[in-house]
């Protein structure tokens, strides 16, 4: 079993940065792709990026994409989310997770999570 802990999160004006890190612990493989989900309030929770196990291949989603980007350290088990431009709709705890199936859009491809850092965009 894996254990993810996230860490990064806090408040923020709009239209400033933050990075989050996902650390992971425990039967860690560098050949697990991995992802990032946030859950706004009252909102189910949404996919954000994922990256492949060997840090070439990434996917965000259409409202992240050209100001999120997600990178990793195999050699620190640490998978980052280096989030620019923010904006009051980013405002949510975000996720990591260990991927292990095959849509990287869907909840069910991930069999790990991490228990989320709050992420807070103000005005």
């Known amino acids: 079993q894996v254990q993810l802990v996230e860490s990064g999160g806090g408040l923020v004006q709009a239209g400033g940065s933050l990075r989050l890190s996902c650390a992971a612990s425990?039967?860690?493989?560098?050949?697990?792709?991995m992802g990032w989900f946030r859950q706004a309030p009252g909102k189910e929770r949404e996919f954000v990026a994922a990256i492949g196990w060997n840090d070439v291949s990434t996917y965000y989603a259409d409202a992240v994409k050209g100001r999120f980007t997600i990178s990793r350290d195999n050699a620190k088990n640490t998978v980052y989310l280096q989030m620019n431009s923010l904006k009051l709709e980013d405002t949510a705890v975000y996720y990591c997770a260990r991927k292990t199936g095959v849509v990287f859009r869907a909840m069910g491809s991930y069999d790990s999570w991490g228990q989320g850092t709050q992420v807070t965009v103000s005005s």
């Open positions: 425990g039967r860690t493989s560098s050949s697990y792709a």
